[in-house]
C-alpha cells in the first residue's frame, strides 16, 4: 500500500520515521521499562514481545498508509520514542500516541513530534481528526494531550479500565 502520510517529518529537534523491523532494540528501552509499559502493557516486556510490537508497527504502516513513527534526536540521531498516528483493531478510532522512552522523558519531545503530527494532518489526511485514547490515571499524557489542544470527548471503559478519550481538532487557523 502507498503510504498517505509522509515517511519522514522533523520539528526542530527530531526526525520522525517509518518504523524499520530492526529498530526493536531500541524501543526496547521503552517496552521493557515498568514505568512506561504500566498504562499500555501493564508489565515490561520481554525482547521476543518487543520484536512482535515493532512488527506490528511496521505492519500497520503497510495496512493503513499510516503510522506511528520512530522519533529520533536530530543531533544525535538516539531513538527517543514513537509517536504518530495508530488504529489497532479494538480501538474505536486513529488515534495519536505517544511513548517515549524514560531517559528522554521532560524534555518536550513527545509535544514536539505530536505537534508536527498535528501539523501534517491537514494536508494529507484533511478529514481525520484524531483522538488519543488515555488511562483515566495516566496524569502525565493526560497533561499532555490538553497541551496539544484536544478535549475531553467522553469517559469509557476499556479492556476493563476506566480511559478517557480526548480529541485532537484541527484549528481555525
Known amino acids: 500500500m502507498t503510504h498517505k502520510i509522509p515517511e519522514s517529518l522533523e520539528s526542530a529537534r527530531l526526525v520522525l520515521t517509518v518504523p524499520q523491523a530492526e529498530d ?3 524501543l526496547h528501552a521503552y517496552y521493557s521499562d515498568a514505568e ?3 498504562y499500555t502493557f501493564q508489565q515490561p516486556l520481554p525482547e521476543s514481545e518487543t520484536q512482535r510490537v515493532v512488527g506490528s508497527l511496521v505492519r500497520h504502516w ?3 498508509g499510516y503510522g506511528p513513527y520512530v522519533v529520533r ?3 544525535s540521531a538516539s531513538v527517543v520514542g514513537l509517536v504518530g498516528l495508530w488504529f489497532p483493531s479494538e480501538w474505536p478510532e486513529t488515534e495519536i500516541k505517544w511513548a517515549i522512552i524514560r531517559e ?3 524534555k518536550g519531545y513527545a509535544s514536539e ?3 508536527a503530527v498535528q501539523a501534517m494532518l491537514p494536508r494529507y489526511l484533511p478529514d481525520m481528526q484524531p483522538i488519543s485514547l488515555i488511562d483515566a490515571e495516566n496524569s502525565r499524557s493526560i497533561a499532555l494531550a490538553t497541551a496539544l489542544g484536544a478535549e475531553l470527548e467522553k469517559e469509557l471503559v476499556f479492556r476493563n479500565a476506566p480511559f478517557h478519550m480526548y480529541r485532537h481538532r484541527r484549528s481555525a487557523a
Request: charged content about 40%; glycine content about 6%; overall charge positive.
Open 36 to 38: 512506561c509499559a504500566r
Open 24 to 26: 526493536w532494540l531500541a
Open 104 to 106: 528522554h522523558w521532560g
Open 113 to 115: 513530534a505530536a505537534r
Open 62 to 64: 503497510d495496512r493503513k
Open 73 to 75: 534526536e536530530k543531533q
